[in-house]
């Protein structure tokens, strides 16, 4: 079936220190991929996409490229900061539905 | 910004009472969702409207959830009774069509229910 699976959180960084949040997925025909983001106390926000295999979604700093031999969109961000401390959700939709299909999200904590 | 508007924010009952929840998406947006998002996991679809129109609601506990959305505007999601299983927050969320795969997807805060 269709699945998203994520890294177990939380992960622990000090500011301006590399980050990889690793998501792989399992999906019918060609899907499409995203980013979600959801910051203390607020819903979840789209941060990327991409749509088609090799194409990279980047936003804000991050960026993610949609692997289809590997079946990855790990999401990366050269220097994080104490304001990137959220929860990150991996979602896709395929199999013609439009309803995206999230991960169990990552929790990101950046201490200064 | 326009944004998803969800109320109450917070909600703690006792189970066996009936509970209900309100979302208004953003304006001129047709389709909304309800997700349930249990405490450590993803958001799971609860149901999806097209206007006024159920599309999807395969996931939604029929025996003692039900969902409105009369105008096409807003929409009421209910349980009664509640359970302890319960507990979780539930998000809306709208988009302006369901036609488009890579469509955005906009998220209210959620309401957070206890189930005590």
């Known amino acids: 079936g269709n699945s998203v699976t994520q890294m177990e959180g939380p992960v622990t960084l000090s500011e301006e220190a590399f980050l990889t949040i690793n998501c792989t997925y399992t999906?019918?025909?060609?899907?499409?991929l995203f980013w979600y983001v959801q910051y203390p106390g607020e819903g979840l926000q789209l941060l990327l996409k991409a749509t088609k295999a090799d194409d990279k979604g980047s936003n804000k700093g991050f960026e993610a490229t949609y692997r289809k031999e590997t079946t990855s969109f790990h999401l990366e961000k050269g220097s994080v900061q104490v304001s990137d401390s959220a929860v990150y959700f991996c979602?896709?939709?395929?199999?013609?539905?439009?309803?995206?299909?999230f991960g169990r999200g990552t929790s990101l904590i950046v201490h200064p | 910004e326009a944004e998803v508007a969800q109320s109450p924010r917070y909600k703690i009952t006792e189970k066996s009472q009936a509970v209900a929840f309100w979302c208004d998406p953003i304006?001129?947006?047709?389709?909304l969702y309800w997700y349930r998002q249990i405490l450590g996991q993803g958001p799971e679809l609860l149901v999806q409207?097209?206007?006024?129109?159920?599309?999807?609601d395969s996931q939604l506990p029929k025996d003692r959830f039900s969902a409105e959305r009369l105008k096409g505007v807003d929409s009421t999601l209910k349980i009664q009774p509640a359970e302890l299983g319960d507990s979780a927050m539930y998000l809306c969320?709208?988009?302006?069509?369901?036609?488009?795969?890579?469509?955005?997807?906009?998220f209210g805060s959620g309401t957070q229910l206890s189930v005590l």
């Open positions: 969320a709208s988009s302006l069509s369901v036609k488009g795969e890579n469509e955005k997807l906009f």
């Open positions: 409207f097209q206007d006024e129109s159920v599309v999807d």
């Open positions: 999906a019918t025909g060609y899907p499409s």
């Open positions: 979602a896709h939709t395929s199999g013609g539905s439009y309803i995206p299909t």
């Open positions: 304006s001129g947006h047709a389709t």
